[in-house]
Nanobody
Framework: VQLQASGGGLAQAGDSLRLSCAAS????????MGWFRQAPGKEREFVST????????YYADSVKGRFTISRDNAKNTVYLRMNSLKPDDTAVYYC?????????????????WGQGTLVTVSS
């Protein structure tokens, strides 16, 4: 499975961005998907996850209420809508796929990773 993340860029505090992650080479509807991020000098951390059917979603406390994960299984794509961006959201954002229908916050449970897309939020 190959994952291609896009949609990152430069934003100002309070702006919105939507990240996309297009999957190929597998049966997308069978995979739970996740978004993670890594800020400069910090460990990679969980952001959000969605079940294969999109029936379940989970968020890190730091983004809850501001970010929304969704997926379109017909387009083999998962999205992360980011509203009310803050400078603390600056990071490289990675999408990941898990060979399971169930979502998880655990990085080690994901089998495939995209290359990351950089989001920079200025104050």
């Amino acid at each position: 499975v190959q994952l291609q993340a896009s949609g990152g860029g430069l934003a100002q505090a309070g702006d919105s961005l939507r990240l996309s992650c297009a999957a190929s080479g597998g049966i997308f509807r069978n995979y739970a998907m996740g978004w993670f991020r890594q800020a400069p000098g910090k460990e990679r951390e969980f952001v959000s996850t969605i079940s294969a059917s999109a029936g379940y979603t989970y968020y890190a406390d730091s983004v809850k209420g501001r970010f929304t994960i969704s997926r379109d299984n017909a387009k083999n794509t998962v999205y992360l809508r980011m509203n009310s961006l803050k400078p603390d959201d600056t990071a490289v954002y990675y999408c990941a796929a898990r060979r399971s229908l169930l979502p998880t916050m655990s990085m080690s449970a994901y089998d495939y990773w995209g290359q990351g897309t950089l989001v920079t939020v200025s104050s």
